[in-house]
């Protein structure tokens, strides 16, 4: 059974960096061909695809963002970390971590967090 | 970057009618194409990847197709809990985009 929780801050300030973490179950990010993404919601709006990391390490990041994202992995702890730099109240939003895996595209979702981007 | 360009925006229906959701590529994005189900309060869920192939669990109602630019999501008779946003997504081109959503809601 394939599981994922999405953790950090609820709360931050303008022109602070973000960090969450994506905890996962259920596989491993070092079976060949797996990833994990991120993905953003801002409340009422659509979804927008932030980042995404690889069983072998390659990283791929949205173009408008790619300056102020670094995604990490841990095999290990079996955790997979966002950073945002720079935030700002539009980056309000619900932050999704997701499993991307033989079908290739997201087919197991954490629950999501929500983060508050205010003074 | 590839715009997916979903339609209608809001789609009403009673329980037992058909549905049918677009989605328009701004590119050719071949078969990579997938469509989710969002409810209030939850993440996404994967209905359909590669135009049609059903997800795992995703019922028979839930059909897929199109190639190229041109996509649809079909939904032959809707249960209750089917009235949602459906998004679709494409792979073919970094990033992966999404459209902006069709609300299915009840007539």
């Known amino acids: 059974q394939i599981t994922l929780k999405e953790s950090g801050p609820t709360l931050v300030k303008p022109t602070q960096t973000l960090t969450l973490t994506c905890t996962f179950s259920g596989f491993s990010l070092s079976t060949s061909g797996v990833g994990v993404g991120w993905i953003r919601q801002p409340p009422g709006k659509a979804l927008e695809w932030l980042a995404l990391?690889?069983?072998?390490?390659?990283?791929r990041y949205s173009p408008s963002l790619k300056s102020r994202l670094t995604i990490t992995k841990d095999t290990s702890k079996n955790q997979v970390v966002l950073t945002m730099t720079n935030m700002d109240p539009v980056d309000t939003a619900t932050y999704y971590c997701a499993h991307r895996g033989r079908v290739r595209f997201f087919d197991y979702w954490g629950q999501g967090t929500l983060v508050t981007v205010s003074s | 970057e590839i715009v997916l360009t979903q339609s209608p925006a809001t789609l009403s229906l009673s329980p037992g009618e058909r549905a049918t959701l677009s989605c328009r590529a701004s590119q050719s994005v071949s078969s990579y194409l997938a469509w989710y189900q969002q409810k209030p309060g939850q993440a996404p869920r994967l209905l359909i990847y590669d135009a049609s192939n059903r997800a795992t669990g995703i019922p028979a109602r839930f059909s897929g197709s199109g190639s190229g630019t041109d996509f649809t999501l079909t939904i032959s008779s809707l249960e209750p809990e089917d009235f949602a946003v459906y998004y679709c997504q494409q792979r073919s081109n970094w990033p992966g985009t999404f459209g902006q959503g069709t609300k299915l809601e009840i007539k």
């Open positions: 990391i690889y069983w072998n390490d390659d990283k």
